[in-house]
């Protein structure tokens, strides 16, 4: 199966469609009167599609087993045909689009068994994804124009006794969305020079600034303290959805102190220095966090109108 440990969980939604078609009216009325020999289609089916969703994964090999939040499936009649819509809900990392279709599916084949002693020319016409929500495509704001600059915080770095892998994972993850880091650069772990980083990127007109390193206990680890005097406004949900997502997979990930904010309008977001920690905090992120952009310029736009 595909590795989905680093997608965050979302409300995600699938809305599949099956098709049915009887050869006569008089199996129609069967089906709505009730009166089909082994019983009534409808409920029997309805039954038969909300197993088949929670069951998905024991017969596609590459489907995770997930939580069903909901599961509903409709009949509607037209003519001769019966449309089943099957709609499944869950709150997970990965989509419910196979489960409807496998809903919409056996839904279908329960009918055909049912109804074929009294019609034997039952055909199950066309199975597809009508609709689906959820997942980062849902959340995905384009920010093309987006000048961005990546500074990883570090002594050991800076003094050329390590290499530099959290920042260019970072810088992979934002070209991942369509970003481009402007600006990439290397720096002690020093307060005066993180707060003269962060104010020359702001006077240049960057508005996203990610500090990487300097976040966690150690004596040198001072990025927070450089950058919470800068801020104009904090925004504290920023680093609890990432010290959330950390937290899922690491117990160590409640000692970060990481913070973010607006410097003017730019946005201060200050990551772990490990390479893992810092990727992580990225996936948890991006690109959900994107939207801040969107509702600062509306804000900003009510305040000068």
Do not use: W
């Amino acid at each position: 199966m595909i590795n989905i440990t680093h997608k965050n969980t979302s409300l995600r939604k699938a809305i599949a469609q099956a098709v049915l078609t009887v050869s006569r009216q008089e199996t129609i009325t069967a089906v709505s009167e009730r009166k089909v020999p082994k019983g009534d289609v409808l409920e029997f089916s309805r039954a038969a599609g909300l197993l088949a969703i929670k069951k998905t994964s024991d017969v596609i090999p590459d489907c995770h087993p997930l939580p069903v939040e909901y599961a509903g499936i409709q009949h509607e009649i037209d003519g001769l045909n019966i449309i089943i819509n099957v709609e499944v809900h869950t709150i997970y990392r990965t989509g419910v689009e196979v489960e409807a279709m496998h809903g919409a599916a056996i839904t279908a084949l329960t009918m055909y068994d049912m109804l074929k002693p009294i019609d034997k020319n039952v055909t199950i016409g066309q199975i597809k994804l009508v609709d689906k929500k959820g997942g980062k495509s849902n959340f995905r704001e384009q920010q093309e124009d987006l000048q961005c600059a990546v500074i990883v915080c570090s002594d050991s770095v800076s003094a050329g006794k390590k290499h530099d892998l959290a920042g260019k994972a970072i810088v992979q993850v934002l070209e991942q969305h369509g970003l481009q880091a402007a600006a990439y650069d290397i720096i002690p772990d020093d307060i005066m020079q993180v707060q003269e980083k962060a104010k020359f990127l702001q006077a240049a007109g960057f508005k996203l600034a990610l500090f990487c390193g300097g976040t966690g206990l150690s004596p040198r680890d001072t990025t927070p303290e450089a950058i919470a005097p800068l801020l104009d406004r904090t925004v504290p949900g920023i680093m609890e959805a990432a010290r959330t997502y950390g937290q899922e997979r690491t117990p160590y990930a409640m000692l970060s102190r990481g913070i973010a904010g607006f410097m003017g309008d730019m946005l201060v977001i200050t990551l772990p220095g490990s390479t893992k920690g810092a990727e992580e905090s990225m996936h948890a992120l991006f690109p959900h966090v994107l939207h801040i952009f969107k509702v600062a310029r509306g804000a900003q736009h009510y305040i000068e109108s």
